[in-house]
C-alpha cells in the first residue's frame, strides 16, 4: 500500500510505501477511492491536536471498497461500498457510551488521529464504525459528506429545529452542504465570510443563502442561531451579538483560536454558547438516510493521493470551494 505519512507535527506528510494492512477480528480492510480533507486533518498536520501516536496517517472522510474480512465479520460483505468517519471505535461501557452519548466516550479512537486513516490506497477500520453507503453520488462527492455533512447534520441539530434564521461562520465544506440541507428544511440561511472574500460569498449565494457578507457584518434581520465553522475564536462574540434573545451559538470545529473576552451582555437574555464534538454512529445513520433521498450538491476539488500536502496548504489558505479530496 502507499501512505501519506505524518511524523512530526508541523512537517510535511511523506509518501510511503508500506506492507498490506491486514484486518484483525472484527475489522475490514477497505481499498480507498477518495478520502476528503477536513479542517480536522489540518490540525493534526499543525500540531493543535493531542496526537496520541506517531506516525500517524491522517483523513477520516473516506470512501472505498471492503477487500478483505478480519475473522468474526458478518454485518459486511467483501465488495461492499463503506464509508470511514471520524469515530473509529468506543469503548461501549463508559456512562456516555451507556448513555447514547459515545460522541463523548471516554476512551474513544478516532480514524487519521488514534488509528490510521484514509490518506492512503488502504485502510484497517473497525467493522461495527463503517457505515454502509447507498448514496447516489460517487466516491469523491461522497467523501465530503463523511465529516463535512456528517458534523454539519450534528451542528444544525445542535442549532435547533425552530432556528429558522440560521447564520453560518466560515462558508466552506460543512457550510455549504448543511446550508443546502438547512434550506430543504424552510430555514433561511445567513453566510458569513472572512471580510472581503466575495469569491465565498458569491458561492454561498448560488446555494441559496438569502444574504451573505463579511463576518463583522450585522445580518438584515436577527438570527435564532448560528453555527461556527471556521476554527476563530473572535467569532464567537460576534455570533452572539448577531443572535436574538434565547438564540443559540453552536461551535461546530474541533478547535478554535482563544475566545477574546466579552461583555456578559452578549450572553445575556437566554444566549446559549455550545460545541460539537465528533459524531455518533445514530447521527451517521440518520444523515445518511438523508442524504439518499436528498441529493445533495458537493462542490469538491481533487488531488492525487501523493499531492496531499498541498490540498492541505490550500484549505490553510482559504483557496478552496467546498472539499478538497484525495484519489489514490
Ligand atoms: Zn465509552
Ligand atoms: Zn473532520
Known amino acids: 500500500m502507499r501512505a501519506m505519512v505524518l511524523h512530526a507535527p508541523g512537517q510535511a506528510l511523506r509518501l510511503e510505501e508500506r506492507p498490506d494492512p491486514q484486518p484483525g477480528p472484527g475489522e475490514v480492510r477497505v481499498r480507498v477511492q477518495a478520502c476528503a480533507v477536513c479542517r480536522t486533518d489540518l490540525h493534526v498536520v499543525d500540531g493543535e491536536l493531542r496526537l496520541p501516536r506517531l506516525p500517524i496517517v491522517p483523513g477520516h472522510e473516506i470512501v472505498g471498497i471492503i477487500d478483505r474480512l478480519g475473522p468474526g465479520v458478518s454485518t459486511l460483505t467483501l465488495g461492499e461500498r463503506v464509508g470511514v468517519p471520524w469515530l473509529a471505535h468506543t469503548c461501549g461501557h463508559c456512562a456516555y457510551c451507556r448513555l447514547g452519548r459515545e460522541n463523548l466516550c471516554d476512551e474513544p479512537l478516532f480514524t487519521g488521529h488514534g488509528r490510521d486513516g484514509g490518506f492512503a490506497t488502504h485502510v484497517v477500520a473497525d467493522a461495527a464504525f463503517c457505515l454502509p453507503l447507498a448514496l447516489p453520488q460517487d466516491p469523491i462527492h461522497t467523501a465530503p459528506l463523511l465529516c463535512a455533512g456528517l458534523i454539519g447534520w450534528r451542528s444544525l441539530r445542535m442549532a435547533g429545529s425552530d432556528a429558522?434564521?440560521?447564520?453560518?461562520y466560515g462558508f466552506g465544506a460543512a457550510a455549504?452542504?448543511?446550508?443546502?440541507?438547512?434550506?430543504?428544511?424552510?430555514?433561511?440561511?445567513?453566510?458569513?465570510?472572512?471580510?472581503?472574500d466575495v469569491q465565498a460569498q458569491a458561492f454561498a449565494r448560488s446555494l441559496g443563502a438569502v444574504w451573505a457578507g463579511a463576518s463583522g457584518e450585522t445580518p438584515p434581520e436577527p438570527l435564532d442561531a448560528a453555527i461556527i465553522f471556521a476554527p476563530v475564536g473572535a467569532l464567537v462574540p460576534l455570533?452572539?451579538?448577531?443572535?436574538?434573545?434565547?438564540?443559540?451559538?453552536?461551535?461546530?470545529?474541533?478547535?478554535?483560536?482563544?475566545?477574546?473576552?466579552?461583555?456578559y451582555q452578549c450572553l445575556w437574555e437566554e444566549r446559549q454558547l455550545?460545541?460539537?464534538?465528533?459524531?455518533?454512529?445514530?447521527?451517521?445513520?440518520?444523515?445518511?438516510?438523508?442524504a439518499a433521498r436528498v441529493p445533495l450538491q458537493v462542490a469538491t476539488t481533487t488531488y492525487p493521493l501523493?499531492?496531499?500536502?498541498?490540498?492541505?496548504?490550500?484549505?490553510?489558505?482559504?483557496?478552496?470551494?467546498g472539499a478538497a479530496v484525495l484519489v489514490p
Open 274 to 290: 455550545m460545541s460539537v464534538a465528533n459524531l455518533t454512529r445514530a447521527d451517521a445513520a440518520e444523515f445518511l438516510r438523508f
Open 164 to 168: 429558522m434564521n440560521l447564520g453560518l
Open 239 to 263: 455570533a452572539l451579538q448577531a443572535v436574538r434573545k434565547g438564540g443559540r451559538v453552536v461551535c461546530g470545529g474541533i478547535h478554535m483560536s482563544d475566545i477574546p473576552s466579552f461583555a
Open 306 to 321: 501523493e499531492r496531499a500536502n498541498e490540498a492541505l496548504a490550500d484549505l490553510r489558505a482559504g483557496r478552496l470551494q
Open 176 to 196: 455549504h452542504l448543511i446550508a443546502q440541507v438547512a434550506q430543504h428544511e424552510g430555514r433561511r440561511v445567513y453566510a458569513f465570510t472572512r471580510p472581503g
